[in-house]
């Protein structure tokens, strides 16, 4: 006789029942695992433990007429990592996504996540993981602002009003108390409405809309960057005041002076040096930048003008206060995040245990006896 | 109001319940994935559409006493795919295996996989893929032995007697029915007996064990190699004789002369295109050759002792007849197959249609409207 399987199947609502919307206790989830990460108690994929994930590439044009096509925000990514600490755990994320699906009352990506025990690989949770990949995704930024802004930060500049910055305001503005006012910026300006009715009615905090990108960032304390792809966000240098934090989650372009005159601190310094190290295997370096995050300040570290990742700052450094973070006041600090599968596992674990622990969700059977054995 | 997404949850025995043991059904619809493969309605991970996976790579070392460390059989790896033709949909398989599990009463792997639609995102089923996994993979050896054995072979010697070559012997013996003799090799004697008793009372045929190699091979038409990559497995040219088909699963050492004066036909010529591109990338080609089954072969192709992939022959091709499989009676014929996530994808969703159609399996709520849309 075998072993029986079982696992729990959280559904969206009971992930929300297991605490998912907790913005500070996400950020405190969050905070735990850039320590480990500093630390390297932690594997993502590949024989570099670097890796983002592993994404099916939809070609841009098929003789195949059903073949999913090259499209706004089109991939499916696997994105598998083992986490250490008390979580201990192995777990991978597996998500869809399409621009189309809003307009299907669908969000914009489908998300799952499956956690395993790291030693026999047996499934002991597959959950929704759409607000749980927001959240963590969020609570991110909401870990830097914390170590990383000034404690004294009054307004917040939100560029970019969908989901994903909804998550990152909600965390940062759980860090920081002082903050009383928003300024809003979206491509599309219901969108950043919206956004700022939710400010005022979930949060308390209201303050404005603006299509002009200077005006909304010239007197922000905070920046949290998380706009569409879908067209490329330019600011100026001299649009961001001393002081500020910068938290960016989505791909951005400025000056070269502004990354120049910035002190920069990455979520994770050896996950981009993974995708250096894949960008320099793609035989299209430049190519590759422009379709990451970290893009513009991996060509100035090519041309030594950033000093190299291997002397630069993790958020988990600073945290654990291996290296210094901000160290004054007029400091433009501006992080860097790109998004690790060690955070999906880490707070899907937190949501797992709450849910086994008060009964949230569906045993599911994998089988009472395995077949083979 | 959004889209409600439910799913289809399969457990082990609902896969049986929806025809997983039934091999010849299995082997059809792997016949069906390599004809996709051979015209590339298909695409698997990365830029060359041709990944294999993304694994969790344990360290021989580390500092932290809970991280699983490298061991026999231990991994992680995620397996994404997207299958064309009437399948036409996307999906993951992600698996952790360990040496160590058989001995706590659970198999050496244990597999799921989710199914998603290409366009959304939503998954369409997640199942146990144990069984789903071990057939999808007997499947390949079996269309093999169809497409390229000659009909009248009489005696299959079974090299390595695990659940994976259980699968392939089935698959084989169903295309083959003039076999009438097995003859039995492992390691571990006993397991080897264990075969040969299931293949008298399952599938009617008997024969013997043997601990002698050259005994086992000298005088077998069909080979199906699927042996533990715990200890090296080596044979002698000389000991296969004319005509015979070697269907290789696992990995296995030969001499030279025998890749040469074999005719050598591939699961998929463009995945170990694939293979021998990250193997180049990685730095230390031998090292990784060393970890692929294609390996040995990968060597004489750089060194021109065999033809380049490119003008290498696919099983899919051999299907379709655009290249010629066996010509001769006297063929030796070798089939190489490393297995690809096409086949749980199109496996899956054979067994996933066959569930809904006949209401097996539990459906499950993703969510009733969907929190951020």
């Not at 041309?303 to 002397?311: F, R, S, T, V, W």
Request: proline share 5%; aromatic share 8%; net charge negative.
């Amino acid at each position: 006789m075998g072993k029986r399987t079982e696992f729990l199947y959280l559904s969206e609502s009971d992930t929300i029942e297991a605490g998912v919307l907790d913005a500070d206790r996400c950020v405190r989830n969050a905070e735990e695992v850039f320590t480990l990460l500093s630390k390297g108690d932690y594997l993502m994929g590949g024989s570099n433990h670097n890796s983002h994930g592993l994404g099916l590439v939809f070609p841009k044009d098929s003789p195949f007429p059903n073949m999913p096509l090259a499209g706004p925000d089109r991939r499916f990514v696997a994105m598998p990592a083992y986490l250490g600490g008390r979580f201990d755990v192995c777990g991978n994320k597996w998500y869809g996504s399409n621009a189309a699906n809003p307009s299907n009352g669908l969000p914009r990506s489908v998300l799952t996540v499956t956690l395993n025990d790291k030693d026999t690989g047996e499934p002991l949770a597959f959950m929704s993981a759409n607000l749980l990949s927001a959240a963590r995704t969020g609570a991110v930024p909401g870990a830097a602002a914390k170590h990383l802004a000034r404690k004294d930060s009054k307004v917040c500049a939100v560029v970019g009003c969908g989901p994903i910055n909804q998550s990152c305001y909600r965390s940062i503005v759980s860090q920081l108390p002082d903050i009383r006012e928003v300024i809003c910026y979206d491509l599309f300006e219901e969108k950043a409405g919206s956004f700022l009715n939710w400010s005022k009615v979930e949060l308390g905090i209201s303050g404005k809309i603006s299509s002009d990108l200077e005006e909304v960032l010239r007197n922000a304390d905070v920046v949290t960057i998380a706009a569409s792809r879908l067209k490329p966000l330019y600011f100026k240098d001299e649009w961001i005041k001393k002081g500020a934090t910068v938290l960016v989650t989505g791909p951005v372009h400025t000056d070269e002076s502004f990354w120049l005159c910035s002190k920069i601190v990455y979520d994770n310094t050896k996950l981009h040096e993974a995708y250096m190290q894949e960008a320099a295997e793609s035989g299209n370096k430049k190519n590759y930048y422009a379709g990451v995050i970290g893009g513009p300040l991996y060509t100035l570290m090519d041309d030594h003008l950033l000093p190299p990742l291997c002397e630069s700052v993790s958020l988990g450094d600073v945290i654990l206060r291996k290296k210094p973070g901000r160290t004054r006041d007029d400091d433009r600090i501006t992080f860097i995040a790109c998004g690790m599968a060690t955070f999906d596992v880490g707070l899907g674990y937190d949501l797992y245990v709450t849910a086994k622990e008060n009964g949230i969700g569906q045993r599911l059977v994998l089988w009472d006896d395995p077949y083979q054995s």
